[in-house]
């Protein structure tokens, strides 16, 4: 009798990055304002506490290339577009003042977007690379000129999330982008998509992202399965972004 082999499934791979997302928030709205109060920056073990904070911002850096890599999955498999968008759109606009009243000093802050309009947009772009992707006429019926079009939508896109100082700005597009260009159904296809994903990010934005690189292991043992379809489920990973960043804010205005 075979032994039963370990395996991850999507609730597992997004579960992770629920917690590291957290693990990060909580860092930055909270830990980082803690720092600032005379018992921490007094203490004897100040440089401990700031060291606990940057490991917990470089755990966080795991997060955003699973929500990347899951966009991509969702947009292949999905059977409704439009709803899909619509969700990010509807989550978006919810989480936007929790964003602000927890990451950014409790301001209503129109200079900052939370990383949902990102994921939005990073759909559009993927639909729209899409689209060129499966024309053959005209122009479009040579291959180069093609993937030439696809490349320039994701420079568009790429622009825009910087003009419009999107979380991750343009590397968070070139991140999705990279792994819709290179994702397929096998294990080897989908572990290279991510890693490249992740040098965009450590490339283009911050080498702290480099963390997210220890996402491989469990992505190693994805099995490419969604997991359990649980209405109870599908409610808590799409409320847990407003709702954390909210619980954030609100421990530090109780306790700091």
Known sequence: ???????????????????????????????????????????????????????????????????????????????????YCLRLIQIAIISEIPFDLALRKGKIDFLSNNVLWELLLGLIVLCCMDYVLHLSEGIFENEIVRRVAMVLIMFLGMGLAYITKLDYRHAGI???????????????????????GVLMLTLMSSKTEAYAAAMLVPLFFYNGKKGSDSVALRRFFYSFYPVHLILIYLLRVIFI
């Open 1 to 83: 009798m075979s032994e039963k082999r370990f395996e991850v499934n999507g609730n597992a791979l997004k579960m992770i990055a629920v917690i590291t997302m957290f693990v990060d928030h909580f860092a930055a709205g909270f830990y980082l304002h803690w720092l600032g109060l005379p018992e921490a920056f007094n203490s004897p073990s100040y440089e401990f506490y700031c060291d606990i904070y940057h490991l917990m911002r470089g755990i966080g850096r795991m997060a955003f290339p699973i929500y990347c890599f899951m966009l991509v999955e969702g947009f292949f498999h999905t059977r409704n577009i439009k709803n």
């Open 174 to 196: 070139a991140c999705i982008a990279v792994i819709y260009f290179l994702y397929g159904a096998t294990k080897e296809s989908r572990l290279t998509a991510f890693a490249v």
